[in-house]
């Protein structure tokens, strides 16, 4: 049994004294103000840099420096395999065999090549069923792909939308959406954890809904992968895609991560984008006509390994290993679980704002996402002002816009590898004292 939540400062350093994961911490640098840590809430927008990434940039420099293109067959990680290190690591993040994961690219080029092999639509099914409200690159990459096969966007995209109402979507509309569209749909792509309101939805029932129509299932994971328990081999999803960046902490425009199940990616005849990285390793450099697939995810490859962006994903993965997944789940729940009683406790007096986030733990990761009908933007300001990093979106929930500044959304994410539950009160502590 865990101790009920107290809002106090006294419990709260307890509850980091009792935190096993206490000491990840201090592997990251955190941004300063006025002195001192930032309370620093947007490790889903771009996670902080983990003081070992350096040493591993500087590392690939050096190798570069000394070995010149004998690097891609020298050292430790030689670059010419340099993906396959990050594998391993990478299939626990996300709940994959090995073979079904591989980093490459950047998210929304993962996006379109994962696409270009699951949505193949004909003029019986075509139909691709989304998220309402899913990220823009997300819905631009939908939206050309529809139209690059001579499909108009209106017909061909469905979106799942809260009922009249409500902020979330519920599980059983969105199967219900699929069964209504049953066999005109080619695709379910919907995101992990949506980034507007932290709903983490149910991967697993969205997988059959979609296979039980004949419809692919594939999953955009950028606010999931390192935030939530993934089991992608296991839930039969098709396929997958997110960016290292967010929570994964591997630096600004870091490389992104592409799952494809065993099932197809043992398919060579998958049809596919093909580049000389994907193709058999043992003829890469025969350099021979006739593209023939490695298995596995491995096979949706373009181009040779992004070095040094790779060696900082690798440094950050490393850090992942140490502290394993279900840890940081369970230190997730309890630490955004302290976060939204703190609120909630505010709202015994007043209720300026509420949270669009769903608060059944299983429904979401980290994230918090703080609505304020009115004024928002002066909280946010008020809140950067005394050092706390968060974001500020404004609304497209609620049908009609209100003034810029008005209606939106500060999300919060305290993220458990370095995020503490006195960084948590302290933030709950500012919300008290404006007025
Ligand atoms: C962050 C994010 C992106 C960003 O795409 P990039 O190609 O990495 O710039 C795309 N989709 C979703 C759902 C995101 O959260």
Redesign the pocket.
Known sequence: MQAPYQATLAFAQQQDHNDPLRAFRDQFYFPQHNGRDTLYFTGNSLGLQPKSAEAALLHELEHWKTHGVEGHFRGEMPWMYYHKFLTAQTAHVVGAKEEEVVVMN????N?HLMMVSFYRPSSERYKIIMEAG??P??QYAVESQVCWHGFEPEQAIVEVAPRAGEETLRTEDIIAVIEKHGEETALVLF?GVN?YTGQFFDLPAITEAAHRVGAYAGF?L??AAGNVLLHLHDWNADFAVW?S??YLNSGP?GP?GAFVHERHGNNPKLPRFAGWWGHDESERFLMHKGFKPMQGAAGWQLSNAQIFSFAVHKASLDIFEQATMPALRAKSERLTGYLEFLIRELHKSEERYHLLTPSDPAARGCQLSIFTPRNGKKLFDYLSENGVVADWREDHLHGEPTAPGEAGVIRVAPVPLYNSFQDVFEFAELLKAYS
């Open positions: 950047t998210l929304t080029t996006l899913a990220f690159s997300d995101g980034y955009d950028a606010h960016c960046y967010k425009g992104s």
